[in-house]
């Protein structure tokens, strides 16, 4: 099973598309992360002793709710043998766009009025302040 292939399938959970929707970039790189270890065979353990950090780095970085450094995808590229690619924005590889502007996203071009959207709907709530 590929990277497109995987993302295809856990999409068709509605749990796990709303996450997809909300945290598109750290759910791109987290599949690729988590598919560039699984085609070199090693374990999450294996990688981070390899790039002298702990497990559990690894696995936030796989689990999508956290969006790794460059630095630490750099440090990750070498242990794993690879080098990393600089993204590039939708516009540039003359993708169709929709209406209006865009923002920088997987790998077509989402409205950024609806992004604004989104975001505006996840910010949390003020909260009184406590003495």
């Not at 970039?25 to 988590?34: E, H, N, Q, S």
């Not at 989402?110 to 709530?125: A, E, F, G, H």
């Amino acid at each position: 099973m590929n990277l497109e292939e995987l993302k295809n399938e856990l999409l068709k959970d509605p749990a796990f598309r709303k996450e997809w929707e909300k945290n598109d970039v750290k759910m791109d790189i987290a599949l690729m992360i988590g598919e560039a270890r699984i085609k070199r065979g090693i374990t999450q353990s294996q990688l981070a002793k390899k790039m002298r950090t702990k497990q559990a780095a690894i696995s936030r970085a796989e689990s999508g709710n956290y969006l790794p450094g460059l630095s630490f995808l750099e440090r990750m590229a070498k242990a794993l043998g690879t080098e990393l690619i600089a993204p590039r924005f939708a516009f540039l590889e003359n993708k169709p766009k929709k209406n209006q502007g865009i923002s920088f996203c997987r790998s077509e071009p989402i409205l950024v009025k609806d992004k604004i959207k989104r975001y505006k709907n996840t910010r949390p709530k003020s909260r009184p302040r406590q003495n």
